[in-house]
């Protein structure tokens, strides 16, 4: 239950302000249709973090014990960083209006999603707690928790959230997660 509930939080909180919950906003106020919008977000982010899960297994299976705790600590340490850092949404992510709301959302969601901070978190939170399931669960109720919001409701929360704080908090969890793994935290798990 622990993969769960730090994947869920970690990604609810790096994912306010994220250039993913951005392009929903653009989504909803494009499309103003929220339940195909928020389908096309859920089926997304199961494929992209059950992807990024699967490398992070994959990972713990490559590396021995005390590498992995190493590219773990030092991983969580860059995502406390990282998530300091402002996203700004790719007017492309955006542009695929042509394939209808469901479609589009789908596809912008997917590829806005590769390389973003959710699935590289998603990658290190499968490897630090081997538990693909629970981490791809977790990391999705979390995108949902910060996204099913900002499409029903838009502009209404956009300006009344401190988007500094939440990156702080969320920053404050991965540092301590990044310490702690360093630290031999997990080395009952083989981390």
């Not at 704080?165 to 310490?179: D, M, Q, S, W």
Request: proline share 3%; charged share 15%; with cysteine.
């Amino acid at each position: 239950m622990e993969a769960f509930f730090v994947s869920t939080g970690i990604v609810a909180l790096a994912e306010i302000g994220d250039k993913t919950q951005l392009l929903a906003f653009v989504l909803a106020a494009r499309f103003r249709r929220p339940l195909p919008i928020v389908a096309a977000i859920f089926v997304a982010t199961i494929a992209n973090h059950a992807f990024a899960a699967a490398i992070g297994t994959w990972i713990t299976s490559m590396l021995g014990p005390e590498l992995l705790r190493w590219v773990l600590g030092a991983s969580f340490l860059a995502m406390a960083a990282w998530t300091l850092v402002p996203d700004k949404l790719d007017e492309e992510d955006a542009k695929l209006a042509k394939y209808g709301v469901f479609l589009t959302t789908l596809i912008a969601f997917f590829l806005a999603e590769m390389g973003d901070k959710t699935q590289v978190a998603t990658v290190a939170l499968a490897a630090r707690y081997h538990s693909m399931i629970a981490v791809v669960c977790g990391t999705t109720l979390g995108m949902m928790l910060a996204n099913v919001p900002a499409v029903y409701f838009g502009d209404r929360i956009a300006n009344k959230v401190s988007l500094k704080l939440v990156h702080g908090i969320a920053a404050v969890i991965f540092a301590v997660l990044g310490v702690a793994t360093l630290l031999g935290a997990g080395a009952s798990l083989g981390v």
